[in-house]
């Protein structure tokens, strides 16, 4: 196990290093510098602005430059806003906790709804009501998030006269006003991916059903829904565990949109602004503390395979 | 593994309800292209045109998806939209395709540290949230239709370039690739007569379901407002004006988002036929 843990953390050095890279190498990609953006449309003298790039150390040489920042990183400072001159992580901390709630949200509506009609899909293979099934699966694939955020307002202002709580909520502070403002988001984002999480779900089943033990497992007498839960579901689980690891970005990349739409102030709303602002402190903050969390948690699904599939310790 | 579910008498061929499936995306797709060509002649009146005094009209005979809170019919800017959303979908998509079939290639025939190195920079791009990347890159890069094209390859370049790395390893070792390399063919004579046309199949079921994928995040972009820019017509960014008015007339918010499904559903169908066409292993899925 422990070996398994140090290869898993020896490849992610790389990659977290990459990650940094690319986020400190997006705000060089900018026509112009950090002073010019700061300046904006003002033509200050030519010696102020030689003052204030030496300031942001933008005459020192770029592997200098990247290497100060991320010794500044490691140390847990990000930098400053262009805007509200907050520290980047502060502002980050204090919007994460909305994306937080609301992927995590997402995920439990993916889950509910993908992975019981997976196991209904499979075990009525074949029937009308597979069938079905598989029809409303290629809908809710097909149906851009944001679309169906902006039909469920609709839906619920204009028919249920119905208007969520709008600004911050957190679920540990105010759990009722939490779950009322995130019922709808929730539903929009996770919809596709319980679409995913079914597919997936079907399919392992199907396979595990035609295994040897479960036939063994028939032939003892077992009940139909203990060979489901108790040997088909646990072996169908370890590539659904993958799906949702490897689609927890797919969850976070789509939280941008939907906080946009229900005005959520998440990172997504975090984001935009800054990207509309020309923040980019911030918007590279965001993308290097989005991309390593990415990185870690598929760590954290890697080990959950172990914990589902001790035979993956000996590999 | 995968064979055991497919094994049985009915699993070597394709149900009768997969054709119909595929066959129904084949004729989606074929349509939206028709309809992106031919755009200026299918669309009834020119999607630029203001009408004061048809704002935010209901659908009607005149206007069959009603219009947008500036008179311009909707219908028209439908049609129009096709064009953004099918170009950039498969421009970016035969950007991916050909950059990650290229470094997939160099990846595999370079075992060992180039293939490390390039293998980590794909892990790097997967470790973002596609759309945030896209975002970061519009941002900095700038809001031209090209950029968006770039900004969305780039993002779903490591898919194609992985796919191309475990076609061609499977590959190269098979014996007739080695055959060639005992009767002396060069490396790229071996690569294009040998290696590639066996790799281009998982590529092309891949290129086939990533159109969907692209053509949901220029939507995205666009209704973020870093895609494509008013008054230019495109799905995601009528979607996103509709927002201020979409209470008192709802079609504004309806029609574009139809659009976007229809032609989503319609790259899926014809994805998944492909992909039983060219891979059996997955039928199941």
């Not at chain 1, 955020?149 to 609709?154: E, V």
């Not at chain 1, 980019?280 to 991309?291: D, K, T």
């Not at chain 2, 690739?177 to 294009?192: I, K, N, P, W």
């Amino acid at each position: 196990m422990l070996r398994f843990l140090t290869q898993r953390l020896l490849i992610l050095v790389p990659i977290v290093l990459g990650v940094s890279m690319l986020s400190f190498l997006l705000l060089y990609l900018i026509p112009g510098d950090v002073v010019d953006i700061l300046m904006g449309q003002e033509s200050g003298d030519p010696e102020r602005l030689a003052e204030l790039r030496r300031l942001f150390g933008i005459d020192r040489s770029l592997p200098v430059r990247y290497l100060e920042w991320l010794g500044e990183v490691v140390r847990g400072n990000l930098g400053r806003s262009f805007v509200t001159r907050r520290s980047v992580l502060a502002e980050i901390l204090t919007a994460f906790p909305v994306t937080l709630q609301l992927t995590a949200a997402s995920l439990l509506v993916a889950l509910v709804v993908g992975v019981p009609l997976g196991v209904f899909a499979a075990v009525r293979r074949g029937r009308g009501s597979s069938l079905g099934i598989s029809v409303l699966v290629l809908l809710a694939l097909s149906v851009p998030s944001f679309w169906l955020g902006i039909l469920l307002i609709l839906f619920a202002s204009l028919y249920l006269n119905w208007f969520p709580p709008q600004g911050l909520v957190l679920l540990w502070i105010q759990p009722v006003e939490a779950f009322k403002q995130l019922l709808l988001p929730s539903l929009a984002l996770g919809l596709a991916l319980g679409a995913m999480i079914m597919r997936m779900t079907r399919s392992c089943i199907l396979e595990v059903l035609a295994q040897d033990y479960v036939r063994t497992a028939r032939a003892k007498g077992l009940a139909e829904w203990l060979v489901i839960g108790n040997h088909a579901l646990r072996n169908a689980l370890i590539p659904v565990v993958t799906l949702v690891g490897l689609q927890f970005g797919y969850l976070l990349g789509g939280a941008i949109v939907i906080e946009e739409i229900f005005s959520l102030p998440g990172m997504g709303r975090l984001v935009l602004r800054s990207i509309a602002q020309r923040d980019f402190p911030l918007v590279q903050g965001a993308l290097l503390l989005a991309g390593t969390g990415v990185v870690l948690l598929n760590l954290c699904v890697d080990l959950l395979y172990v914990a589902i599939d001790p035979r993956m310790r000996r590999r | 593994m995968l064979g055991r579910a497919t094994s049985g008498p009915d699993a070597r061929r394709i149900p009768v309800r997969r054709y119909a499936l595929s066959a129904a995306g084949v004729a989606v797709v074929a349509l939206l292209g028709l309809v992106a060509l031919l755009a200026p002649l299918a669309a009834p009146v020119d999607p630029m045109v203001m009408n004061p005094r048809a704002r935010l009209a209901p659908p009607s005979g005149a206007h069959p998806m009603g219009t947008d809170q500036f008179g311009r019919d909707i219908l028209s800017r439908v049609i129009h939209g096709t064009r953004i959303s099918l170009g950039v979908g498969v421009g970016s998509v035969a950007l991916s395709l050909g950059v990650g079939l290229a470094l997939g290639a160099l990846a595999a025939s370079r075992e060992g540290v180039m293939d490390a190195f390039v293998m980590r920079g794909m892990d790097v791009l997967l470790a973002f949230p596609a759309i945030l990347l896209a975002l970061a890159l519009m941002a900095v890069l700038g809001s031209k239709p090209r950029n968006v094209v770039f900004a969305i390859g780039l993002v779903y370049l490591p898919v194609f370039a992985r796919t191309a790395r475990a076609a061609i390893l499977t590959i190269k070792h098979r014996e007739f690739v080695e055959a060639a390399h005992a009767l002396g063919r060069a490396d790229l004579s071996r690569f294009f007569r040998h290696i590639l046309p066996n790799a281009l199949a998982p590529m092309l079921v891949q290129a086939s379901l990533s159109v969907s994928t692209a053509i949901l995040a220029e939507a995205a972009l666009s209704f973020l407002g870093v895609g494509t820019q008013p008054p230019t017509p495109s799905w995601g960014g009528m979607l996103s004006e509709s927002r201020a008015f979409m209470e008192v007339a709802p079609w504004t918010a309806v029609f574009p988002g139809v659009a976007i499904m229809v032609a989503v559903l319609g790259f899926n169908l014809l994805g998944d036929g492909i992909r039983d066409l060219l891979d059996p292993r997955l039928r199941n899925l």
